[in-house]
């Protein structure tokens, strides 16, 4: 785990169901988990997009994999999930 708003395993077995699965066109670069550990590291820090580490995707993949999961309520149902286990 190289940074402290990285998943854990048993974190990424909560969340990773909740994330939409998309029709495979070609094999995707980046898996969902490190996209969303790079939008967990911009939100933690709140540091420019542009900014993030070089060991995780490219802002450009994280900003937009986070805009379409904003739009689509799936931080809202990742949330919630959250919330229950609490």
Do not use: I, M
């Given at each position: 785990m190289p940074y402290s708003s990285s998943l854990t395993d048993a974190e990424w077995e909560i969340i990773g169901p909740l994330l939409p699965q998309k029709k495979q066109t070609r094999p995707p670069v980046w898996t969902k988990r490190h996209i969303l550990d790079g939008i967990l590291y911009q939100l933690k820090n709140g540091?420019?997009?542009?900014?993030?580490?070089?060991?995780?995707?490219?802002?450009?993949?994280?900003?937009?994999?986070?805009?379409?999961?904003?739009?689509?309520?799936?931080?809202?149902?990742i949330r919630d999930a959250l919330h229950v286990q609490v």
């Open positions: 540091c420019n997009w542009g900014d993030l580490p070089k060991d995780l995707p490219p802002y450009s993949t994280v900003f937009w994999h986070y805009k379409q999961w904003r739009s689509a309520g799936v931080l809202e149902q």
